[in-house]
């Protein structure tokens, strides 16, 4: 009896261990995400490089998605070293900020930030991998640990706005580097898990994916939705900065955003509307941000703008992953899901160096091609939404 008693507590302790860990690393990967998107572009500008050299730059994480990043996470599976492809990927990220923070030449920057992000970007995928395996392990729920990535983005973003006041521009990409660091070190406090039992993966019906008219929509219009954030993501903090607003000010545009997306995600499982639909509304919510973003607003109506990312950014990817647990068989659902990464990476790469040429001779109007592509992400679904089955969104649909 004594004996039996201590085998629910030892697992217990050894959960919340798991839970912790992986908490703890969820923030330091997000937390980084944090100070790089809103801050990398800023320090880019600072030392000279200018918007179309950006624009090359910053297509690199998307090129390197749908590039090196399958390779490295299929090498760590078949390795069955999860654990281990995490930690090397966290040191060798770090390194290459290190590097990239010496250099100020523009072709320098672009291939010592292209090898640094074929180690940093595959660290995400690899972390729900190895966290899905832990959570089915230990009986745990993703949600409450995914959490603190989202929770880490918005403080270190606020954080990286406040000292801003205080470190110049040409130093941001210290704070950043910081970040690696911590995340690297925290790495370390990742638990081992048993290795799973090999399995063999069906491969029937997979190539039938790339056929399917209602797939191929479906990839398609992530793809160009998703994509139509580019120019946020690569010119909103340089736009804002020179139109005067403070680092906290800039990161509090952010995180408004952001906080927007929790939210909906939150809320997600209570909605009804049929995935399909939820697309097209998300759609027609780019579609009007980008149109009014590219009128350079002022702070408050911007303020509230900032708000539609919960719908272009959250209700997208909701939709989308209720169209695809729908649509795509379930023996073939990782490839599903390989094939929208790498569609989603060609897109988002091309509009990246789009978006610096558009740039630099339009300035804002660059978003008026981010509201084109969102409506024509929603027109994809809309004439397919007859393929899809008639189904409500649910919080199984993966939102």
């Not at 629910?8 to 100070?35: C, D, E, H, Q």
């Not at 200018?50 to 390795?79: M, Q, S």
């Not at 210290?174 to 069906?202: F, H, N, Q």
């Amino acid at each position: 009896m004594s004996s039996e008693s201590k085998i629910p507590i030892a697992a217990r302790v050894a959960s919340r261990r798991f839970a912790r860990s992986l908490a703890a690393f969820y923030a330091t990967l997000f937390g980084m995400t944090g100070v790089h998107l809103p801050f990398f572009t800023v320090w880019l500008k600072a030392i000279g490089i200018d918007a179309t050299w950006i624009g090359i730059i910053t297509a690199v994480p998307p090129v390197t998605r749908f590039t090196v990043l399958p390779l490295v996470t299929a090498a760590a599976e078949r390795r069955q070293m999860l654990r281990g492809a995490i930690m090397l990927t966290g040191f060798a990220t770090t390194l290459g900020f290190f590097v990239i923070r010496s250099q100020h030449q523009p072709l320098l920057v672009l291939l010592v930030y292209a090898l640094t992000c074929c180690v940093w970007t595959p660290m995400v995928p690899l972390t729900d991998a190895y966290a899905l395996r832990g959570v089915a392990r230990y009986g745990l729920n993703y949600g409450p640990l995914r959490l603190w990535g989202s929770t880490a983005f918005v403080v270190c973003a606020l954080a990286s706005g406040l000292l801003l006041g205080y470190v110049a521009e040409v130093h941001l990409i210290w704070i950043i580097t910081a970040m690696t660091v911590v995340g690297a070190i925290v790495a370390l406090t990742l638990r081992p898990l048993e290795r799973p039992e090999v399995a063999s993966t069906p491969t029937a019906g997979a190539r039938q994916l790339l056929r399917d008219p209602g797939f191929l929509a479906i990839i398609v219009s992530s793809a160009l939705i998703q994509s139509s954030h580019s120019a946020y993501y690569i010119f909103a903090s340089i736009a804002w900065r020179q139109a005067g607003f403070s680092g906290l000010t800039i990161a509090g545009l952010w995180v408004i955003g952001v906080l927007a997306e929790i939210v909906l995600f939150a809320l997600s499982p209570r909605f009804t509307l049929p995935s399909a639909t939820l697309v097209v509304i998300a759609a027609a919510s780019a579609m009007a941000r980008w149109t009014i973003t590219a009128q350079d607003p002022p702070l408050a109506i911007l303020a509230v703008v900032q708000l539609a990312h919960g719908l272009t950014f959250g209700l997208t990817q909701v939709g989308i992953m209720g169209l695809m647990v729908h649509h795509v068989p379930p023996h073939v659902m990782a490839r599903g899901q390989g094939y929208l990464t790498a569609c989603g990476g060609i897109v988002a790469s091309t509009t990246s160096i789009l978006s610096g040429m558009v740039y630099t001779r339009y300035g804002l109007g660059v978003y008026d091609m981010m509201a084109a592509m969102g409506a024509a992400g929603g027109l994809v679904i809309w004439l397919s939404r007859k393929r899809f089955t008639h189904h409500p969104q649910s919080a199984a649909s993966g939102g």
